[in-house]
């Protein structure tokens, strides 16, 4: 059965492929290279192209269309039954820490996650949600259901602008499509994300643009004619947005070969060397498999990874949707990304976060389902020195609203940079010179720092 991509407003996340006016472009490598040698060239800025050694990376899973805070990490057991829902809290490994009976796997690891019950903002548009959690900075004007814009940088945009490349390697990466706000506004779209699709949990996946052609992995090309030919005939994602049927083999392609002819780069994208015990604990199916690949990315080096898992916008039939594969497969995946990330000794400079756009609605609605709730939401947040175990803030008693330790979308923002390494308190610069902050006075969740 094919994944859950729609909202509300009816809209494929795939739909999306064009450039709107944030440039929420997914690029090939060849682009990429040449958009930021070009930004270089007219003296845009493009970041400090720095990483301290000990970078934390981040890997972030979006749940686009608002997933349940009752039915997953804020049940209330004690409400009203048209609020608390068909399912059970059950207790978790966190003391006196309880989930829906829906998350029984995370509710295991809860020791090593962090959930902040307590962010909460206006905005109960998925364009204006996804904005505002995506960037943290609200849409300066009302943003529809439907709409693509970044109005300002994503959190992986500023990321890519603070740290260029690393091992050759893009620093940020969208699986397996990009996010309605996930891209670079006025950063550039050097800064967009470098978008892996497909399914990772076929047979024989290969990574887009990173494979070698059967002649140049099997070494008969032997002249850089040769090569460049080979390379000419790789399948480019640019190519389906653009008509550039010509790839000459220049200082762009170039940098582009370093990284198909790094073994290091070929052995991240090829999950056929993980172990079946380790793709299994994960889940076999496309999203747990994205996980996976994540953590093999951040492995080498990529800073920043967004998974883009749709799919949560219940108006309708919520008990029955959550007790399907969609919401097994996230409570599979994540726990085993975290275990995976502990096992390993990753989880400390690795930042996982799972969020979507806001809540759902405290009461059921007539058609069993659950509507748009911006007043309260739950965050997963783990790894990166975050302690474990514990719960961040509080809604009230039936769910309505935050109500102990209130943060917004601006806290989250500052939190999740100074977890990277950003001052979030710098300004920014449009290429008209226009001055930007990049959180605007936004504050620690302090509870998220040791």
């Not at 814009?149 to 500023?158: E, I, L």
């Not at 990330?341 to 405290?362: H, Y």
């Amino acid at each position: 059965m094919p994944e859950l991509n729609t909202n509300c407003a009816g809209m494929r996340r795939r739909d999306f492929l064009q450039v709107g006016l944030g440039g929420a472009l997914g690029l090939g490598l060849g682009d990429l290279f040449r958009m930021r040698a070009a930004a270089a060239e007219s003296g845009v800025a493009t970041g400090s192209g720095k990483a301290s050694k000990d970078a934390v990376n981040c890997i972030l899973v979006w749940m686009d269309g608002g997933p349940s805070h009752y039915e997953t990490f804020d049940p209330k057991p004690d409400a009203p039954s048209e609020i608390r829902g068909e399912f059970k809290s059950i207790a978790t490994r966190a003391d006196g820490v309880r989930f829906s009976e829906c998350v029984p796997r995370l509710a295991a690891v809860a020791d090593k996650l962090t959930i902040v019950r307590s962010i909460q903002h206006k905005d109960p548009n998925h364009g204006g949600g996804n904005h505002y959690m995506m960037t943290g900075t609200p849409t300066p004007v009302p943003v529809a259901c439907g709409a693509f814009v970044t109005f300002h940088p994503s959190f992986g945009s500023m990321v890519s602008y603070e740290r260029g490349l690393r091992n050759g390697l893009p620093a940020y990466v969208s699986v397996p499509d990009v996010t309605r706000s996930g891209g670079p506004n006025f950063l550039g779209g050097q800064h967009a994300p470098f978008v892996i699709d497909g399914s990772p949990n076929a047979k024989g996946f290969r990574v887009r643009d990173v494979v070698l052609p059967p002649s140049v992995a099997e070494g008969r090309a032997v002249s850089r004619e040769a090569l460049r030919k080979s390379l000419d005939s790789m399948k480019r994602y640019a190519d389906r947005l653009m008509e550039d049927p010509l790839v000459t083999f220049d200082q762009f392609h170039a940098q582009g070969l370093d990284l198909v002819a790094s073994k290091s780069a070929q052995e991240a994208f090829d999950l056929e060397r993980e172990s079946d015990k380790v793709r299994d604990a994960y889940g076999r199916n496309d999203f747990s498999q994205r996980l996976l690949l994540a953590r093999r990315l951040v492995e080498v080096g990529v800073s920043f990874v967004t998974i883009n898992y749709g799919g949560w916008d219940h108006h309708t039939k919520i008990f029955d949707a959550y007790k399907g594969d969609h919401l097994k497969r996230f409570d599979q995946g994540v726990a085993g990304l975290v275990s995976d990330l502990s096992e390993r000794g990753l989880l400390d400079r690795t930042l996982v976060i799972a969020l979507g756009e806001f809540g759902r609605t405290p009461k059921v609605n007539k058609d069993a389902g659950r509507d748009h709730w911006p007043g309260a939401m739950s965050v997963l947040m783990a790894g990166a020195g975050i302690p474990g175990g514990q719960v961040v803030g509080a809604t009230d008693a039936k769910g309505y609203y935050a109500a102990e330790n209130v943060y917004r979308p601006e806290d989250f923002a500052a939190s999740l940079y100074t977890k990277m390494g950003i001052d979030p308190r710098r300004v920014l610069h449009t290429n008209t010179g226009r001055p930007v902050p990049l959180v605007n006075e936004g504050r620690l969740i302090k509870e998220l720092f040791a």
